[in-house]
């Protein structure tokens, strides 16, 4: 008789802590000077690790991804690390030197002398992710094809043949080159810009969504030819250009406080999800309010993350998205299963979606905590968070850590805001203790916990 083992692993990144003893040792540096003339002297690259001022989460999460004994040997082999903050004059210095703007959170490897070699805006706990960055930039570090061509490029060399390179040469190692493209462009015919050929080329650079490059792409073929093309590319291809155009355009959003350009990205985001409305209804709203949270558009924020939270969040029973999150599990390992003696064993990786609505729902809460003291709305966050944590112990994919302290802590202070001080004293208490039993760090709730007590908060 067979007989079903399922083997799951299950990676839920929300609000858990770190195993701290396998994590990138990062160093300490008095200064921007002093960081430089040790890469320079001990020949290495440096990790730039920047903590989100406005997320834990997203530096919880960060935490998580960089806690690898393979990526710690690698990293300490290879790089000097260092964590900053947003205010720190060496990150400041790093702008600076590179002419960026608006860069929020995530990380950066730059060369001996300061320049950036890769970089990314966002964070995961995925240690893969960590390993592969560092691979790319120590293979840039060692190019000097891209060194010598950019070297002609400043020199004065603006022939069509050189931008060409250039630009295939940055593709290689996802380094942004659409600026170069605008260059190019003008370079061209109309018969060489009408080619199938160029369509490709202009299609491949991921170029943002108010480029001129892609409005040329746009007029000059039709919608059939230029999504018949994209679907040429594999799926991983086409996720991958997909997310070069919305990080591309959120970097100019972000630098020009462009709320029209934001809309236009969380329309496109919505568009090219192919898990169905809900699903990219969801990573819209939710990317829309990361920008206005990013750009301190609160009238933007709160207005649009109530619409979020009424209408879609809190749409639908926690019993429902507990048989969808249970749906959609067992669809998974249904097609991961492999028979080995006689036996139907499942290995694979899930990633919940839908306690990403407890997620949405205590962050949305937490930022009306900060950002307003009307009293309608500090209720309707009452709301959101209650839900958030019923949402979370019901999907949970581990029972022995179902209650989250994190929620229970936003809770409290939405309580302590409204004037249920006693009420918000014992949900702080019982977030404290939570943290304690999963043997995790309790000091910031404490501190809170104690303002509280004191009147203070």
């Given at each position: 008789?067979?007989?079903?083992?399922?083997?799951?692993?299950?990676?839920?990144?929300?609000?858990?802590?770190?195993?701290?003893?396998?994590?990138?040792?990062?160093?300490?540096?008095?200064s921007?000077?002093?960081?430089?003339?040790?890469?320079?002297?001990?020949?290495?690259?440096?990790?730039?690790?920047?903590?989100?001022?406005?997320?834990?989460?997203?530096?919880?999460?960060?935490?998580?991804?960089?806690?690898?004994?393979?990526?710690?040997?690698?990293?300490?082999?290879?790089?000097?690390?260092?964590?900053?903050?947003q205010?720190?004059?060496?990150?400041?210095?790093?702008?600076?030197?590179?002419?960026?703007?608006?860069?929020?959170?995530?990380?950066?490897?730059?060369?001996?002398?300061?320049?950036?070699?890769?970089?990314?805006?966002?964070?995961?706990?995925?240690?893969?992710?960590y390993?592969?960055?560092?691979?790319?930039?120590?293979?840039?570090?060692?190019?000097?094809?891209?060194?010598?061509?950019?070297?002609?490029?400043?020199?004065?060399?603006?022939?069509?043949?050189?931008?060409?390179?250039?630009?295939?040469?940055?593709?290689?190692?996802?380094?942004?080159?659409?600026?170069?493209?605008?260059?190019?462009?003008?370079?061209?015919?109309?018969?060489?810009?009408s080619?199938?050929?160029?369509?490709k080329?202009?299609?491949?650079?991921?170029?943002?969504?108010?480029?001129?490059?892609?409005?040329?792409?746009?007029?000059?073929?039709?919608?059939?030819?230029?999504?018949?093309?994209?679907?040429?590319?594999?799926?991983?291809?086409?996720?991958?250009?997909?997310?070069?155009?919305?990080?591309?355009?959120?970097?100019?959003?972000?630098?020009?406080?462009?709320?029209?350009?934001?809309?236009?990205?969380?329309?496109?985001?919505?568009?090219?999800?192919?898990?169905?409305?809900?699903?990219?209804?969801?990573?819209?709203?939710?990317?829309?309010?990361?920008?206005?949270?990013?750009?301190?558009?609160?009238?933007?924020?709160?207005r649009?993350?109530?619409?979020?939270?009424?209408?879609?969040?809190?749409?639908?029973?926690?019993?429902?998205?507990?048989?969808?999150?249970?749906?959609?599990?067992n669809?998974?390992?249904?097609?991961?299963?492999?028979?080995q003696?006689?036996?139907?064993?499942?290995?694979?990786?899930?990633?919940?979606?839908?306690?990403?609505?407890?997620?949405?729902?205590?962050?949305?809460a937490?930022?009306?905590?900060?950002?307003t003291?009307?009293?309608?709305?500090?209720?309707?966050?009452l709301?959101?968070?209650?839900?958030?944590?019923?949402?979370?112990?019901?999907?949970?994919?581990?029972?022995?850590?179902?209650?989250?302290?994190?929620?229970?802590?936003?809770?409290?202070?939405?309580?302590?805001?409204?004037?249920?001080?006693?009420?918000?004293?014992?949900?702080?208490?019982?977030?404290?203790?939570?943290?304690?039993?999963?043997?995790?760090?309790?000091?910031?709730?404490?501190?809170?916990?104690?303002?509280?007590?004191?009147?203070?908060?």
């Open positions: 008789m067979k007989h079903s083992v399922f083997y799951i692993v299950l990676l839920c990144t929300f609000f858990t802590l770190s195993n701290l003893c396998a994590q990138v040792q990062f160093d300490n540096f008095p921007y000077e002093k960081l430089i003339s040790k890469a320079q002297k001990d020949k290495k690259l440096i990790f730039v690790q920047v903590n989100a001022a406005s997320c834990n989460q997203c530096n919880e999460v960060a935490q998580k991804g960089l806690s690898s004994t393979l990526l710690k040997e690698k990293y300490a082999l290879n790089v000097i690390a260092v964590s900053v903050k205010e720190d004059e060496i990150f400041k210095k790093i702008l600076e030197k590179n002419q960026l703007n608006n860069f929020s959170m995530g990380s950066f490897f730059l060369d001996a002398d300061g320049f950036v070699l890769r970089k990314v805006n966002s964070t995961t706990s995925d240690p893969a992710f390993l592969e960055l560092a691979d790319k930039a120590i293979e840039l570090s060692k190019n000097n094809t891209l060194k010598e061509l950019e070297l002609k490029y400043k020199k004065g060399d603006r022939s069509k043949e050189l931008l060409r390179k250039i630009i295939e040469e940055r593709n290689k190692f996802d380094i942004e080159a659409y600026e170069l493209v605008d260059e190019y462009l003008q370079m061209q015919t109309l018969a060489e810009l080619t199938i050929e160029m369509a080329f202009l299609t491949e650079q991921a170029l943002p969504l108010n480029n001129i490059g892609r409005k040329l792409l746009l007029n000059l073929f039709s919608k059939k030819t230029v999504d018949s093309l994209f679907f040429t590319y594999s799926l991983k291809e086409r996720v991958n250009i997909n997310n070069k155009i919305i990080q591309s355009t959120n970097t100019i959003a972000m630098k020009n406080k462009d709320k029209a350009l934001a809309y236009q990205i969380g329309g496109f985001i919505e568009n090219v999800n192919t898990a169905g409305f809900e699903k990219g209804s969801f990573k819209r709203y939710t990317y829309q309010l990361s920008f206005f949270e990013a750009i301190k558009d609160t009238t933007a924020y709160l649009d993350s109530q619409a979020f939270c009424d209408y879609l969040l809190m749409n639908v029973s926690v019993d429902n998205l507990k048989k969808r999150e249970d749906k959609e599990r669809a998974i390992l249904e097609t991961k299963k492999k028979e003696n006689g036996i139907a064993v499942v290995s694979t990786t899930y990633t919940p979606f839908y306690i990403g609505y407890a997620r949405q729902l205590n962050n949305v937490f930022s009306y905590y900060k950002y003291n009307n009293s309608e709305n500090l209720l309707n966050a709301r959101w968070s209650k839900r958030s944590m019923e949402i979370y112990e019901a999907l949970s994919p581990d029972v022995n850590h179902q209650q989250n302290p994190m929620m229970m802590d936003t809770y409290a202070c939405l309580l302590y805001k409204t004037g249920k001080k006693e009420e918000a004293i014992q949900w702080e208490t019982n977030a404290v203790e939570t943290l304690k039993k999963y043997g995790e760090e309790s000091s910031s709730l404490e501190k809170t916990l104690d303002k509280m007590k004191r009147g203070v908060l």
